[in-house]
């Protein structure tokens, strides 16, 4: 019986694994970290595999366990695992299905409301958001992870003006801190965040910028939104990428699909 091979990393992702754990199908559930593996061990009946994997390696994973299924429940900004991940099934000719984020009407509503205000940035990018803020002059609390972290650097002052939240693993302070963030300006911390949590660190580090992603009600925006209108700090929020895929039911609804095939399969041999 071929199984099925989750690539989880977000809130999304964790609920299809509960899903796959219920189900008669061999399911395996791959993790991009030892932290985001470790909270998914707890479920009984699915594999769980810990690292990233590139093109080439999940090509062999899903030749090697006969994979029938690929589901892609990645981060919104993981744009490289969600091209791997979808070259590879192209490749092996295995049924790809990219899980998305849903967007609240609501929180579209209040950030339109606050870009009438002068409240709120949005760029296309990282690279953008540090553009811009290279003529502001004020703190800035930094909330878009660790791998282009490396850009405010680019900043005039940044080891002054810039403090870094980043997840609290090894690898992600071990890397800000090479980067040169460190002490006060370094801060470890996993979430989710309520907006009184972000509204104490907007305040604690006099932040005047607040950069973070929109990474929609299951990333915590809305609590990023309120904070920044509680303290009075400018909110730049790097836009998610357009992408084509279906929402959380209907890849729940595909993988229930797939096990009744699978059975009816099995009642015919």
């Known amino acids: 019986m071929k199984g099925i091979l989750i690539f989880a990393g977000t809130t999304e992702g964790r609920r299809l694994a509960e ?20 909270i998914l061990k707890d479920l009984p009946g699915i594999t769980v595999l810990s690292g990233r994997m590139d093109q080439e ?14 589901i892609d429940a990645t981060h919104p900004f993981a744009e490289e695992a969600t091209r791997n991940i979808a070259d590879a099934c192209r490749e092996e000719q295995i049924p790809y299905v990219r899980c998305l984020r849903e967007r609240e009407p609501e929180e579209e509503a209040q950030m ?4 009438k205000n ?27 992870g660790g791998k282009e972290l490396y850009r405010y650097r680019e900043i005039d002052g940044w080891q002054k003006r810039c403090y870094a939240r980043v997840l609290s693993t090894e690898e992600a302070v071990c890397e800000a801190a090479r980067l ?24 604690h580090t006099e932040a005047e910028y607040f950069v ?15 904070a920044a209108r509680q303290t009075g700090a400018e909110l730049v929020v790097v836009s998610r990428p357009e992408e084509e895929g279906c ?22 041999e």
Do not use: W
């Open 180 to 203: 040169g963030f460190r002490g006060r300006h370094l801060i470890a911390m996993q979430g989710p965040f309520t907006a009184e949590m972000n509204a104490a660190l907007l305040r």
């Open 247 to 268: 929402s959380l039911e209907e890849v729940m609804k595909k993988m229930e699909d797939y096990e009744a095939a699978a059975d009816h399969r099995l009642c015919q």
């Open 19 to 38: 899903q796959a754990s219920k189900l008669k199908v061999p399911c395996f559930v791959s993790a991009a970290t030892e932290y985001g593996a470790s």
């Open 212 to 226: 973070t992603k929109e990474s929609g009600k299951e990333g915590g925006f809305p609590e990023k939104l309120q």
């Open 112 to 115: 339109q409301a606050a870009e």
């Open 118 to 144: 002068g409240r709120i940035r949005r760029v296309c990018s990282v690279e953008k958001a540090v553009e811009y803020l290279k003529e502001t002059k004020g703190s800035i609390l930094i909330a878009t």
């Open 57 to 70: 390696q999940i090509r062999s994973f899903a030749a090697r366990y006969q994979i029938g299924l690929v």
